[in-house]
């Protein structure tokens, strides 16, 4: 079984940066690919952006060139590093590790951008 837990969300103002956490339980991480989504009210999930367990990165177009995705092996967590955040409906940003045909997800971070 793995467990996820995020953190770093919060309310910041239009251009602001924020960094969001994902630490893994369990002994999966370094061989799942793990992810970053986003929900807003009413809304679909939707990918933000991706990493491999080798360390390839794919991103959502609407934050590429913004958000940078990043794992720390040793420490069993992942990163989400947002700059120049967009004023935008509130979302809440999941985590998600994929290890074969499994799929786990966190409880979720609010992201709020707003001045």
């Known amino acids: 079984q793995v467990q996820l837990v995020e953190s770093g969300g919060g309310l910041v103002q239009p251009g602001g940066s924020l960094r969001l956490s994902c630490a893994a339980s369990g002994s999966i991480f370094r061989s799942a690919a793990m992810g970053w989504y986003r929900q807003g009210p009413g809304k679909r999930r939707e990918l933000v952006a991706v990493?491999?367990?080798?360390?390839?990165?794919n991103y959502a177009d609407s934050v590429k060139g913004r958000f940078t995705i990043s794992r720390d092996n040793a420490k069993n967590t992942v990163y989400l590093q947002m700059n120049s955040l967009k004023p935008e409906n509130p979302a809440v940003y999941y985590c998600?590790?994929?290890?074969?045909?499994?799929?786990?997800w966190g409880q979720g971070t609010q992201v709020t951008v707003s001045s």
């Open positions: 990493i491999s367990r080798g360390g390839s990165t």
């Open positions: 998600n590790a994929r290890h074969g045909l499994d799929s786990y």
